[in-house]
């Protein structure tokens, strides 16, 4: 028959082929971009025909190997004469949907990426194929040596083994070239088998009973009273069930309730009495924690504006063929608090009813049991929580359940939006400006936010992005109306029971609470305004003779709120620290004249570079603007921080927080907890703390320097610092005994700087955007960075230079008139790990463009939409 397709062509998972093509200087794989989106055709065996479908996981032959492959298509003919044929099947159920197969090409596609990276990466992690060479005795050896005659004993003795144990067994200077050696005299077989997943199913002993009733068997046990007991014990459980003939209890429950060991069941079961068995235990990682199931609130009449359109487009989804419903992207911008999270909920509750499923993505530092529990509360049973600190076992087991359509609601960070969810509705995305949604490791180097929109239209699921700072491109896209903007206003908001509880357990006297009601109707509702920000100049407390990091008036509000027994936090941005140089008198800070980007030192060689022109300039001994001595290099770090505290105030309890902080998997959140419990007076921390939850005794919050990352050679710094600061004046807001912010800065007239003082979005982005459309910055194009790595510096450079004049030759050959490349330059971070990085940025509506079809040299790293230029 014609309708039954015979070929199947596959995207082989190779990591040894992957290994033999990789190379220090190509450590991404594929030599040109032509093998990118490599797939291979084999034959479909005719007892398969009908078995083999698109998303199957199959074994292929692959050159000498057996390779693991995903089924693409099952097309009737090949596009080469001879195919091999597959295999085997490794799972009979599809391990990719239909839209993930679309959507792995989408992503190979837009993100120049390996094709099989983009289809490998909607796996759990953990889940691998591994090849190993197994060596077996061959042909009879004559006269073979000592060494020689070593390994075919053993090999005798043992059978075939891997390589790398017989390495371990005979512990044999030269081993490699005396099995050489045997192979090729054919008294060694060397062949390489393909070890399967390493994560199996976790499966327990259990016990059931084989006889229906038990007076019987009980008198006849008289004279064994343990088997008995065991007996008994099970035939009690059996009472309690509804289908007591179905009973199935875990072994290590009969041993520990009874106290027997497995002997005495065994000896039941030898009597016939009783069977054991395996079964799968699901490994849980929410077990053992408590929730409590919460009812949701009745929206505040901005919330229920906000909700008017999303629910809207919710009732209209009536048919969920994707065909037919349109995708859409709604933007929820409201500040911290301000009530999105509930609109998410509300939204997730709806799409439920109808009997959809819906995708929740968090960055990986908001995944605290806090977040998980509130989510969990409102979805018990039907949630599966995919976070980084999950063991591989438990990351398979969240995907096989996700497979099998038991769960309803997937909650993780960038990874959860390739969840197999069979009837996807719904994909939110909270503080969707954060940067970890974008991959920038490994490739495929795609970003969450974009895939999910991709997604979206592929399935008709709704996309919700919420954040407090919107990304510039996601709120460029709103205001023009790619995307629907919902507000919620600008203030913070809490459920009125949740202030109770923390008015009693701080001992808070009703008339110090800084919480308001929302009027009659909202019983449930109160909130606060948003504390109040004080940017501090540090120029004028120099010109003071003040030389403490600390401005007198962080000095008077730190001592101020230790005195009144609360907590204050002082937030020190890392970014970008040590590397520049600026006048401490006027806040100059040396620019390159030609990029309009701060001008970076380089210990090493003691110049200043520019890192998009790669313009040098010596490291001046006066301020060009001011004439002043004082200038110099910049960066503080959370120690020196915390030495300042001490000096200040002696006595005073401090805990660092930051990204170095190692220890357990719940390091962080020990920290966390232990700063809620008041185990200390002042938290210094990096990036981290912006993005801590509630912590109601924190009623100031410094931030130490606001400018460090404002002067990064990077044209998203404005962006990055006013999300920053914007995120780190929200904690303060938290307390219900109000609190306050203070900025301290040598930029104190930097328009994000000011605009986050005034928590003022809007202001911010009609300047920020305003930049980006002069200097022709994303949303206005989009860019695509490509990074060079080698141990050799000038092999860095020479790569770069020839690079970039093929490129421009290129660009002037396919007539691309608004596109352009940037550089060649070293990177922010010349070097890393001995090797040297270079870069060139293109720069255009689709710069893409210029690399498709089109065989990129050996040894260049692609990132498209990259997150920084640093
Ligand atoms: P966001 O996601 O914007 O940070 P949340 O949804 O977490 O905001 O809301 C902040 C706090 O206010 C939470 O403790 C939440 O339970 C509470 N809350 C939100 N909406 C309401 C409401 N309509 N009535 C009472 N409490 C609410
Ligand atoms: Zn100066
Ligand atoms: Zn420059």
Known sequence: MSSIARFAEVVVHSPLGRSTQTTLANPEGPASSADLH?????????????????????????????????????????????????????????????????????????????????????????????????????????????????????????????????????????????????????????????????????TEATVRLAVPSAEEPLAALSKAPRQRAVLSYLLQRAQQEATPSTLEVPLSEVCEQVGVTRAIVDGLAKRGLLTTGQREVRRDPLAGRQFVTTEPPRFTTDQEAAWQPLAAVLESARSHSAAVVRSQVFLLHGVTGSGKTEIYLRALAEVLKRGGQGIVLVPEISLTPQTIRRFAARFPQRLAVLHSRLTAGERYDEWRRIREGLVDVVIGPRSAVFAPLPRLRLIVLDEEHEWTYKQQDVPPRYHARDVAVKLAELTGALVILGSATPDIGTYYRAQRGEYALLRLPQRIMGHQRSFEQQTAELGVEAHQMQVKAFGPGYEDARYMELPPVEVLDLRAELRAGNRSMFSRALQEAL???????????????????????????????????????????????????????????????????????????????????????????????????????????????????????????????????????????????????????????????????????????????????????????????????????????????????????????????????????????????????????????????????????????????????????????????????????WPLPLGWRVDVDPGSLL
Request: aromatic fraction near 8%; include cysteine; charged fraction near 20%.
């Open 559 to 853: 001592r101020a709120a230790l005195a009144a027994n609360q907590q204050a936090i002082l937030f020190l941005n890392r970014r970008g620290t040590a590397s520049f140089v600026m006048c401490r008198d006027c806040g100059h800070v040396i620019q390159c004249p030609r990029c309009d980007v701060s001008l970076t030192y380089h210990e090493d060689s003691q110049y200043l570079l520019c890192h998009h022109c790669s313009r040098r300039a010596p490291v001046p001994s006066i301020c060009p603007q001011c004439s002043s001595k004082r200038i110099r290099f910049f960066g503080v770090g959370t120690q020196t921080v915390e030495q300042a505290v001490h000096e200040l105030l002696p006595g005073v309890r401090v805990l660092r927080w930051d990204r170095d902080v190692t220890g357990g998997k719940d390091a962080h959140e020990e920290i966390l907890d232990r700063f809620l419990r008041h185990e200390a007076d002042v938290l210094v921390g990096t990036q981290m703390v912006a993005k801590s939850l509630d912590l109601p005794l924190v009623t100031l919050v410094g931030v130490v320097t606001a400018d460090t990352a404002l002067q990064l050679p990077d044209f998203r710094a404005s962006e990055r610092t006013f999300q920053l600061l914007t995120q780190v004046a929200g904690r303060a807001g938290r307390s219900i005994l109000g609190g306050k912010v203070i900025i301290q800065t040598y930029a104190p007239q930097h328009y994000s700087i000011q605009a986050a003082g005034r928590h003022d979005y809007e202001s911010f982005y009609r300047q920020e955007i305003e930049f980006r459309r002069q200097q022709g910055y994303p949303p206005f194009s989009r860019l695509v960075r490509l990074l060079f790595m080698h141990p050799g510096a000038l092999k860095c450079e020479q790569e770069s230079q020839a690079l970039s004049i093929t490129l421009r030759a290129r660009i002037a050959q396919l007539g691309l008139a608004g596109t352009d490349v940037i550089g060649p330059a070293p990177c922010f971070v010349g070097r890393i790990r001995g090797l040297y990085r270079w870069q060139i940025v293109l720069r255009g509506p689709d710069p893409a463009v210029l690399l498709r079809g």
């Open 38 to 202: 490599q797939t291979f055709h084999y034959s479909i065996p005719v007892h398969w025909q009908s078995s083999i479908v698109p998303g199957l996981l199959v074994w292929v032959p692959f050159g000498p190997r057996q390779m693991p492959g995903i089924v693409l298509a099952t097309p009737g003919s090949a596009p080469v004469e001879v195919t091999r044929d597959i295999l085997g099947i490794i799972d009979p159920r599809p391990v990719l949907t239909p839209y993930q197969i679309e959507l792995a090409q989408w992503i190979g596609q837009y993100y120049h990426a390996p094709l099989h990276s983009a289809v490998w990466c909607m796996f759990p992690s953990g889940i691998s194929w591994q090849a190993e060479t197994m060596l077996r005795i061959g042909d009879m050896a004559a006269a073979p040596s000592e060494r020689e005659y070593r390994i075919l004993a053993l090999l005798r003795e043992k059978g075939p083994m891997p390589a790398k144990e017989l390495e371990r067994q005979v512990r044999m200077k030269g081993l490699g070239r005396v099995l050489g050696q045997m192979i090729h005299k054919g008294w060694v077989h060397r062949e390489i088998r393909v070890r399967g997943p390493q994560v199996r199913p976790k």
